[in-house]
């Protein structure tokens, strides 16, 4: 979908005001470079070019920017490197993009206090490369951390992962500078502790871009691991993987990370990277320790003893960084692989108790067999967090209709599980309908209590995260080819 | 608006004789001088909800209650009609230890719910004072901790979800019951901390942690305390992984047993015995390198504990002269002098004893002056000294005569515009804890 949802009048007063604030250089509007920002990362579903897309270079221009939307009763929408998966910095239907990619600096690294302070434009990489000299590092590493961006991860509450021992983002943000939708500027939180109020930084975390605009953001950094081990575990079968997985929690272990790819995803991994996954396996679990050196031998050991418990086939720990670094290419490039054998896939991002992994991953396998196509499994699976890669295979009459039907099957088997619809990538505009699944009326009418609260003309990234009024009048969210 | 006597039966249709209490027994839900006109125990959620909608209809003051130990803590409600007492939930509801959550009722009490972790290697990394008798539902809604966040973070980093009470009558969960989870607002952030201004919390599905193997203590000294706050830095820096690093002012470090004179650092260490042993020789020469000096604190776990109950646990001289506990926020990097700046500032006026967890910069304390008059102008001497810094504090307890002379948040946090349009949206007709929070909130 292009052209413009604006009245033709109003979106030129509009333009004319945007290059007032922030100069001709900081808007587009030429409807072909417009069409580069119609949707992030989910590409298959809904499509939308804003009206404009703005590119402000301070705190002080969103501000404004926001007061002449709110003003005007024009829709608007944050957006930073546009990697979610969610459809969450998709428009809705038009209005004005505030695109943050020219905020990029670090605005204080603070080592004594052990904290940074972004623009909300920063690449998350970039953190952690500018404080890797000194010790340091950003504990949340999503997926798509060389492009993605700070302000974009605590719109997304994003994970990683790493996150099993270091938690979310809102497990580190301590402060932000926030532009409220009517354009008034809040700083949220602090370096200072446990100020007395409401935590609003706290459920403006992870609200995906519709309770304001994030301009800057105060992270603490942790000191870097004395030591770090990785370990590739091999099972015949997925369901002795899951089990290790539960096992190795149940031991008082708590790795940094603990990955599990299945059969299909590992020969999509080694067609692609060559990791050096062995190909007759049935899953993987790539587990990782860290911490103080001799906590982590034994924690090591403790690993392979439960691995072996559930039958393991071989136990791999890298020698080398070389070899570590090999390991984790495989996890990494596990979502760009599945291009090798999927022309296209339906990417879920479930939680479910880590005792019920094996439950859920053997209920995954059948809703695959009963509709006949490929579900590729790759967990966070200390987690929980079950990343089904649903293939959708043109070959297959009617396969976009049973990869959609196979994905609400997969997402209610996790709910029955006492899981949660999503784990990390949002709601966006993708899972709106499945909120359903997990809140009733009254629980989400909390979360809409909110957003009246600070965005009473529903202005701020609509079409998000809230269900329409109709019960299954959006239950179809389309496939996405993913790039992670 | 209704007599308490039509009210009191509408609430005893509801929960029963036994549910109502009204005359004798309501002083234990004393506040500031002030009592309650009745006291309500339901036995369940809908008991709660079913209260807290008769009294949203006739326009009651309703204070949540658990077992009352922080109930010290903000401003006198502005209406007192109604204790709502939690201590009738107190169901630990499940505890699957694999997965390493915990769900539990609001009015259990968080030692009881600590001991049934114990007893399967597990612990919530959460170190409040009072826990003996402190209810869960208390811990959260003033969003208590101790020295044990330096490793294992606050209430915000460990609670997965909430059942929450709402004023008009309805019951509402938020979060999840797994460890990561981002459907959706994070509407779990709002109750914590916000001292039951918002909504009644019924239950809390939780992220519990293993027991550390060995938990050791050492004590740090030097008669410096810049000394102190540079080896405490240095720590937090370092990949020791401690699990808490507290300042403590000469003479509460003298209470705690340190080795000797003047402030003192106190470090412990948790994890397996090799690990501990190893990481203990790392400490050291961080410690001797900072010409600091080391040494191990005998019976850590008892000092530990003082350590979480400091400064609750020295309220109120015998001899009755005033005195105010208190708890605030610096940069953590300058936590242990600013302690020390603020023991100048308040001399002559009044005595201070003070700690600091300076991995955060979260620093309590408490006052003492010959008369009120010192001691409220010996707060605003603290306060100001803070304040320079660009940090706070918050009165949690003071001794009678002083009480209506204080605020006791002494802050306007930023976004309060915000907040009161919060509370408005969410207790409309202010029955929950009116007038207790800050900014009048």
Same mark, same amino acid.
């Given at each position: ?49 804003? &009206? ?19 003003? *005007? ?6 957006? @930073? ?52 000299? /000194? ?31 270091? @938690? ?13 939708? &009517? ?15 409401? &935590? ?129 290419? #495989? ?42 196509? *490929?579900?590729?499994?790759?967990? /966070? ?44 990538? #949002? ?42 009024? &109709?019960? @299954? ?12 | ?441």
């Amino acid at each position: 979908m292009s052209g413009h949802s604006l009245r033709a009048e109003l979106r030129s007063e509009l333009l004319a005001a945007c290059v007032e604030i922030v100069g001709p250089a900081g808007v587009i509007s030429n409807p072909d470079e417009l069409r580069v920002y119609d949707c992030d990362a989910l590409t298959f579903f809904h499509r939308q070019s804003p &009206d404009l897309v703005v590119l402000p270079t301070t705190t002080a221009q969103v501000s404004d920017l926001l007061k002449l939307c709110y003003a *005007r009763r024009v829709p608007f929408l944050p957006r @930073g490197a546009g990697t979610g998966l969610s459809g969450g910095a998709t428009p809705h239907a038009g209005g004005v993009m505030i695109v943050l990619t020219r905020m990029t600096r670090i605005l204080d690294l603070d080592l004594a206090n052990r904290m940074a302070t972004v623009q909300a434009g920063c690449v998350n990489l970039w953190l952690t490369k500018a404080v890797e000299p /000194h010790g340091l590092f950003y504990a949340p590493d999503p997926a798509s951390q060389t492009a993605c961006t700070i302000g974009g991860n605590v719109a997304e509450n994003a994970g990683g992962p790493h996150c099993l021992k270091y @938690g979310v983002t809102t497990n580190h943000v301590v402060g932000a500078t926030v532009v409220l939708p &009517d354009g008034e500027t809040v700083r949220l939180g602090g370096k200072v502790p446990d100020l007395p109020g409401f &935590d609003l930084l706290g459920v403006f975390t992870g609200s995906e871009g519709t309770l304001g605009v994030c301009t800057e953001v105060t992270v603490r950094l942790l000191p870097q691991p004395e030591a770090v081990k990785t370990i590739l575990a091999v099972f015949r079968a997925v369901e002795d993987a899951s089990t290790a997985v539960s096992g190795v929690i149940a031991r008082g272990i708590i790795p940094v990370a603990m990955e599990l790819l299945d059969r299909e995803t590992l020969k999509a991994v080694e067609a692609n990277v060559k990791a050096g996954y062995p190909l007759d396996a049935g899953a993987v679990l790539l587990i990782e320790v860290d911490g103080p050196r001799a906590q982590i031998e034994a924690e090591a050991v403790g690993v392979e003893a439960v691995c072996r418990e559930q039958g393991c086939l071989e136990v791999r720990v890298a020698q080398t960084e070389g070899e570590r670094v090999l390991l984790w290419k #495989g996890r990494k490039e596990a979502a760009g692989s599945f291009g090798r054998i999927a022309h296209r896939y339906y990417l879920q991002d479930a939680v479910v108790p880590r005792t019920k992994l094996a439950h859920v991953v053997r209920e995954i396998e059948a809703i695959a067999l009963r509709h006949g196509i *490929r579900i590729a499994n790759v967990a /966070h699976a200390g987690d929980g967090n079950v990343h089904p890669m649903i293939c959708v295979d043109p070959s297959i009459p009617d396969c976009e209709a049973r990869a959609i039907k196979a994905g609400s099957e997969v997402m209610r088997c996790c709910i029955d599980a006492g899981g949660t619809v999503t784990g990390e990538h #949002g709601i966006g505009n993708e899972k709106r309908e499945y909120l359903r699944y997990m809140y009733d009326p009254a629980d989400l009418a909390v979360m809409e209590r909110v957003r009246s609260v600070l965005d009473p003309l529903g202005l701020c990234n609509p079409g998000k995260i809230f269900p329409d009024g &109709d019960a @299954g009048a959006n239950l179809a969210p389309a496939t996405a080819r993913g790039d992670r | 608006m209704s007599s308490v006597a039509v009210i009191a039966d509408e609430l005893r249709t509801l929960l029963g004789s036994m549910g109502v209490r009204t005359g004798p027994g309501l002083e234990r839900y004393g506040l500031a001088g002030r009592m309650p006109r009745a006291a309500v125990l339901p036995r369940d959620e809908a008991g709660v909800a079913g209260a807290l909608r008769v009294a949203s209809e006739a326009g009651l003051g309703v204070v949540p209650w658990g077992y009352g130990s922080y109930q010290s803590i903000g401003s006198p409600p502005l209406r007192y009609d109604l204790a709502l007492d939690l201590s009738g939930l107190d169901r630990l509801v499940a505890h699957e230890p694999a997965d390493m959550t915990v769900r539990a009722q609001a009015g259990i009490r968080f030692a009881r719910m600590q001991s049934h972790l114990a007893a399967h290697g597990q612990f919530l990394p959460l170190d409040p004072p009072l826990a003996e008798g402190a209810t869960l539902g208390g811990v959260l809604a003033t969003r208590s901790c101790g020295p044990l966040r330096c490793r294992y973070g606050t209430a915000r980093d460990l609670v997965l979800g909430l059942r929450i009470a709402h004023p008009d009558g309805t019951v509402t969960k938020a979060g999840a019951s797994v460890v990561k989870n981002a459907t959706g607002y994070d509407v779990t952030k709002l109750h914590l901390g916000a001292h039951g201004t918002l909504g009644v919390i019924l239950e809390a599905t939780l992220r519990v942690y293993p027991r550390p193997e060995v938990e050791q203590g050492w004590w740090i000294g030097s008669v410096e305390a810049n000394v102190l706050q540079d080896v405490g830095n240095r720590v937090l820096a370092s990949p020791l992984v401690p699990d808490r690093v507290e300042y403590a002012e000469p003479a509460v470090a003298r209470t705690w047993g340190a080795p000797r004179e003047g402030p003192a650092l106190l470090v412990s260490l948790g994890g397996i015995r090799e690990s501990v042993a190893g990481r203990a020789a790392d400490l050291r020469r961080i410690v001797e390198g900072q010409g600091a000096i080391l040494v191990e604190a005998g019976g850590s776990p008892r000092i530990c504990a003082s350590l979480s109950e400091f400064p609750w646990s020295v309220r109120g001289p015998a001899d009755g002269s005033p005195w105010a506990i208190w708890r605030g926020g610096v940069l953590p990097a300058e936590s242990g002098t600013a302690l020390a700046a603020l023991g100048e500032a308040v001399t002559p006026l009044a005595e201070m004893e003070g700690a600091a967890t300076i991995a955060h910069g979260a620093l309590r304390g408490v006052l003492r002056a010959a008369s009120a008059a010192d001691l409220v102008q010996g707060l605003q001497a603290a306060r100001a000294s803070l304040a320079a810094r660009g940090g706070y504090l918050v009165v949690l307890d003071a001794s009678a005569s002083l009480r209506e002379a204080l605020e006791p948040w002494g802050v306007v946090p930023e976004g309060l515009d915000v907040m009161r349009r919060l509370k408005q949206a969410f207790d409309p007709k202010g029955v929950l804890n009116p007038g207790r929070f800050v900014g009048g909130i």
